[in-house]
């Protein structure tokens, strides 16, 4: 049995296809072991601070970081005071969780202080907000 002939414009069609495909793209990126990278955490709604971190300060804070009882002259009850800081300075660095002295003590699992702690994700919602400049919405 004879197979029949590919008109040349079709074997060209061929070959440019099987060459696209084996392209590899170019939003990954390759290392030199040719293992494809990707971003570890990808946000698709930075946190609101009154949707996201207020609740949490008001759940897990305020309690000894409020109007009432001020801490270290730290209040977390409102933006302004929690962006005023303690009597030692400012514990959120806009844009900069990993300096940010607030984060670090949650993640120590210093603040709050007891058993009830705030969750991983509660944490990285925290983390996220600092990183993504700290914004009063």
Not at 2 to 28: H, I, K, T, Y
Not at 32 to 56: C, E, F, G, H, W
Not at 123 to 134: L, Q, S, T, Y
């Amino acid at each position: 049995m004879r197979l029949p002939r590919v008109p040349a414009v079709v074997g060209l069609l061929l070959v440019a296809l099987l060459l696209a495909c084996s392209r590899q793209s170019d939003d990954e990126v390759r290392t030199s072991t040719d293992v494809p990278v990707t971003a570890s955490y990808i946000v698709t709604r930075p946190p609101s601070y009154s949707k996201d971190i207020q609740p949490l300060f008001d759940r897990y804070c305020v309690k000894c970081h409020g109007a009432k009882r001020a801490e270290k002259g730290l209040r977390l009850d409102s933006y302004q005071h929690t962006m005023a800081g303690s009597k030692y300075g400012t514990v959120i660095i806009p844009y900069s969780s990993a300096v940010s002295l607030l984060l670090g003590g949650l993640e120590r699992d210093i603040m709050p202080p007891g058993k009830a702690k705030l969750l991983p994700n509660e944490i990285k919602n925290v983390m996220f907000w600092i990183d993504g400049g700290a914004p009063d919405n």
